[in-house]
């Protein structure tokens, strides 16, 4: 039974056994067109759906006739408000707790709300059929402006709900002291005042919304597919909702194109494909196409904020901020029940203010309900935006180089952990050796130099240099601060390692594309020394897969990755009681290298973890009072958020005759502990980035004063592609998480908060020498050459 | 309606279809064969990108009865007796893709570029791929794919 050293599988950079840069499992299916999407999948019998849109943004609805619609020869049936009234589904709970029409019954409220569904034999037909109901409005006043949603005259949204009577979505929302903030105010040296908006835009996936509902009516089983971001919250809000029971709803989650917090969210289509489900008797597949997916499901942002920031000694010390968040007709945003504004409050940022001041409403526009954190966990980019803006104004007024002002205001190392003003605890942290290594990867001096000389020639070409540093709150979150809908924010994990050494992990993070089968396999690998390859990554089945939160946020590390840490080590404990009575000795004598438990002081005597398993399986006894086999399951609860920050800098080229501004580089130094699989990070990286430069020069979705979206198809919602994107340039630091079982801290979002500010910081320093000291988002061509005119107009 | 048949990877695929019937349905309802992608019926996307007689096409923005006599390659066609197709090894080894959904698309565009320039630049193949969405990598890794696929079929290393 004694083994030695020798017979460890052995590791190399190609093949890692824990830890490093291996190649994604996952690609196998995926580079040869055999992923299973869910357009992909074909039951038999199954039917399609399809959904008619509002044409207008409010109006009230006179009649529905869908006797034409009836009478095309391939459908199977139409549902509308009233059919779902007698189901008890016309209306569904959001995530923040208000309440949303599945199928506009009374009036709609926002431009392309859901009317009405068909059900025909194939996809074609059912659009063809939606073309034939007629629906009769009486066009009300519209309010797309949040700003004017409050005033007296504006249309009541809303009269659906008792007693609501005004646009107001929730009540004031505040964090930090004002006070305070008034003295640290009052005392300054320097005040800057800015109106800043984060417009709405959108995730945008490549694979759109959707679902195939499977209802049978003589075992009352409801299987849904469906990709989505948290299929075990999803199940138990379907049984709330259509009074199902749970154990007999069962979400399988196949392969997802993309989420971004884009199918977080249950959409009314999903409601309306189990409700036609239920009522044809067959399985009935919905999929958004791509209008549906820009026009009417989440939107993310849509802050307007008002802010101040000011400085004393060269520091910066005090921060207000008012929001106005626009919710549009329903409230579904996205966030944690005590958190109505999300984690906006980390919008102090990485500097030690002396007092700071948030006051957050929401109001109801006549525009699609949404509010998805794109990217983003839980309005952090918002917050992070806003901050970073604002030291760069703060800057500029003060005369002074940005990165020096921030270094200035940086916490320091031994300040952590640190509370912020608004209540935050970071963990940790070294701001200015990141800050440092992004400017010598920058070569921040030189580039300095560089656009002095161009300024003082005159070119035509400005050039733009933009900065930020940024703290973000991961990993929702501790169960004694944080749930959505009442369920705490945990996740579970289930190893079981099998009588051959091979093992299965279940987990209850939901993949889009992070490549978990991977990175949660290197996990194990890493804990146990069973090789990857070994080890089945299992999710996205609720059936085969322990309950938890799903992944959006950057919390499938921070919260299922520790779940995954911390059952391999009960598994390895398990594996050392067995060890003890293979190798005839007291479990407090042996130690652990990665793969065997060994004799302290005899490391040639030891146990591979796969004869351990095969022991635990056999018909040889058990140490007294442990059960037979090796497997363990968690429940983990995070004692904190993780805080990964990370230090961006972008060069900018902005043409001062057609407003086109090309950002030439992009430096991103992320600090996200510990890395699992690096070239996983850096790709998490490259991909943040390419969204975040959509967002500060290209993506928009707008509306006319009719509420009318402007941005419903890809020709007019402006994605990146190759040509814009620079050769992303990384770098890193790491600082482990304090209180993660292996010191990892989530990195997906990362790139997608700090990129955003860095480039419009540098489009607006391109613009200095103009005279121009702000401008909005989306910073494309027309709007920059607007500002450079001096008319720079806040996008609507 | 129409019966048509298309040779779809060499081999032909027949179906009595409505005249509007797109390619891109063609391929994944009729043929079944579901590697080649929607994703936003504008010709904006590329998801949908198949080879129509070697030359890289959206499948969305044709009729299935305009392909009739053409030769139309997918991503299914691209391993050949269990070989991978250099680019298909190539988008793995770089980690050129993540949720995968743009990757059919993707590979057929670059396995065209490739076929027409064995040695493309740093631009080109940008140039190339700017037909085409990928949400998730931010096209770095997709360049250096392209050029990995490109030198192991012969082309110089290029750069440091």
Redesign the interface.
């Known amino acids: 039974m004694a083994t030695v050293t020798e017979n460890l599988p052995s590791a190399s950079t190609e093949r890692p056994i824990g830890f490093g840069r291996l190649k994604r499992k996952e690609d196998a299916r995926f580079i040869r067109g055999q992923g299973r999407y869910l357009d992909d999948i074909r039951l038999p019998g199954m039917v399609h759906g399809a959904i008619l849109h509002s044409p207008y943004a409010h109006a009230k609805i006179v009649s529905i006739d869908t006797s034409a619609a009836l009478a095309h020869p391939k459908v199977a049936a139409v549902i509308t408000a009233k059919d779902l009234e007698t189901l008890g589904l016309a209306w569904m709970p959001t995530i923040s707790y208000d309440t949303q029409a599945v199928l506009a019954g009374d009036k709609v409220r926002f431009q392309h709300q859901e009317v009405a569904f068909v059900i025909a034999l194939d996809e074609y037909s059912a659009r063809d059929a939606v073309t034939l109901i007629d629906v009769e409005y009486e066009p009300l006043p519209v309010v797309v402006n949040a700003r004017k949603a409050l005033d007296a005259d504006a249309p009541l949204i809303r009269d659906d709900k008792v007693g609501q009577r005004d646009n107001l979505a929730s009540p004031n929302w505040e964090a930090g002291d004002k006070a305070a903030t008034d003295r640290v105010f009052a005392a300054a040296d320097t005040v800057v005042t800015r109106d800043i908006i984060y417009p709405r835009c959108h995730p945008a996936p490549l694979e759109t919304c959707g679902m195939i509902a499977d209802f049978n009516p003589n075992t009352g089983q409801l299987n849904i597919y469906n990709g989505n971001q948290a299929p075990h919250a999803h199940r138990t809000v379907y049984a709330q909702v259509a009074g199902l029971a749970e154990h007999m709803i069962r979400i399988i989650c196949s392969d997802i194109g993309g989420g971004f917090g884009g199918k977080v969210p249950v959409y009314p289509g999903y409601v309306c494909a189990i409700a036609g489900s239920i009522v044809a008797g067959c399985p009935v597949k919905w999929i958004e196409d791509r209008s549906e997916n820009l026009i009417c499901d989440s939107f993310a942002r849509d802050y307007i904020m008002h802010s101040q920031m000011c400085s004393k000694g060269g520091r910066i010390t005090g921060l207000r901020v008012d929001v106005i968040a626009d919710h549009g007709a329903f409230d579904s945003t996205a966030q944690a029940t005590k958190f109505p504004a999300g984690f906006f409050h980390i919008v102090c940022g990485s500097y030690t203010l002396e007092a700071s001041h948030v006051n957050v409403k929401a109001v109801y526009t006549n525009k699609a309900p949404g509010g998805v954190a794109y990217r983003c966990s839980f309005r952090i980019t918002e917050a992070v935006y806003l901050v970073e803006r604002m030291v760069d104004a703060l800057a500029i007024e003060m005369g002074v180089d940005p990165i020096d002002l921030r270094m200035r205001s940086f916490i320091r190392p031994e300040q952590f952990p640190y509370e912020t003003t608004t209540g935050w605890t970071y963990d940790s942290g070294n701001y200015a050796e990141t800050m440092r290594v992004a400017m010598d990867l920058a070569g921040y001096d030189e580039l300095r130099k560089e656009q002095a000389e161009k300024r003082a020639r005159g070119d035509n070409m400005l050039m733009g240099i933009g900065a930020t540093f940024f703290t973000e709150g991961v990993g929702a979150g501790p169960r004694k601060h944080m749930d959505i809908l009442g369920l705490a924010m945990n996740d579970g994990a289930d190893l079981r390692v099998h009588p051959s050494g091979k093992a299965v992990v279940s987990i209850s993070a939901q993949t889009q594309g992070q490549g978990h089968e991977t990175t949660f396999a290197q996990i194990v690998a890493e804990e146990l020394g069973i090789p990857p390859e070994d080890i089945t990554v299992r999710h996205g089945d609720t059936d085969k897969s322990p309950y938890g939160l799903g992944t959006y946020g950057s919390r499938s590390t921070p919260v299922s990755g520790a779940a995954v840490a911390v059952v391999s080590r009960k598994v390895r404990d398990k594996a050392r009681l067995i060890a003890a009575t293979m190798l005839e000795t007291r479990p407090e004598d042996l130690a652990w290298e990665k793969g065997r438990w060994y004799v302290k002081g005899d490391p040639e005597k030891g146990a591979l973890i796969e004869d351990i398993a095969s022991r635990a399986y056999s018909g040889a006894p058990m140490p007294a009072g442990l059960e037979g086999g090796l497997d363990a399951q968690v429940i983990y609860d995070p004692p904190n958020l993780t805080y990964p920050y990370g230090a961006y800098i972008s060069v900018v080229d902005l043409d001062r005759e057609t407003g086109h501004a090309v950002v030439r580089r992009l430096i991103a130094v992320d600090d996200c502990g510990v890395r699992i699989n690096p070239m996983v990070v850096d790709g998490q990286i490259h991909g943040g980035l390419a969204e975040g430069l959509g967002i500060a020069l290209m993506e928009l979705i707008s509306f006319d004063e009719q509420g009318n979206c402007l941005n419903g198809s890809m020709m007019d919602y402006l994605i990146p592609t190759a040509l814009e994107c620079p050769d992303w340039e990384l770098g890193e630091t790491v600082t482990p998480c304090p209180h993660h079982p292996i010191g990892a801290k989530g990195v997906g979002e990362s790139p997608n908060v700090g990129s955003v500010p860095c480039i419009v910081n540098a489009v607006i320093d391109a613009m200095l020498p103009l005279g121009i000291k702000h401008m909005d988002m989306p910073c494309n061509p027309a709007r920059n050459w607007a500002a450079m005119q001096g008319r720079a107009e806040p996008p609507q | 309606m129409p019966n048509v048949t298309i040779n779809i990877n060499g081999t032909p695929y027949s179906g009595d279809i ?1 005249p ?2 797109l390619l891109l349905h063609f391929i ?1 309802d009729v043929a079944n ?10 010709s ?2 590329g ?1 949908c990108v198949i080879q129509l007689d070697g030359q890289p096409t959206k499948s969305c923005t044709m009729l299935a009865v305009m392909a009739e006599g053409h030769e139309v390659s ?3 066609g ?2 050949v007796d269990g070989q ?1 197709d250099p680019i ?2 190539g ?3 770089m ?1 050129a ?8 698309g993707m ?1 057929m565009t670059t396995r065209a570029l490739l076929d027409e320039n064995p040695d493309p630049t ?1 631009a080109e ?3 190339a ?15 250096s794919a392209v050029r990995w696929a490109a030198e192991y079929e012969g082309a110089p290393t290029q750069g440091s």
């Open positions: 409505e509007r019937l994944r064969l579901t590697g080649t992608h929607w994703g936003c019926d504008t904006n996307c998801a997918t991503v299914e691209l391993e991978l298909q090894a988008f793995h080894e980690h893709l993540h949720c995968g959904f743009c990757t059919p590979l740093e193949i940008r140039m791929i700017s037909g085409a969405i990928c949400r998730c990598t931010g096209y770095k890794n997709i360049v």
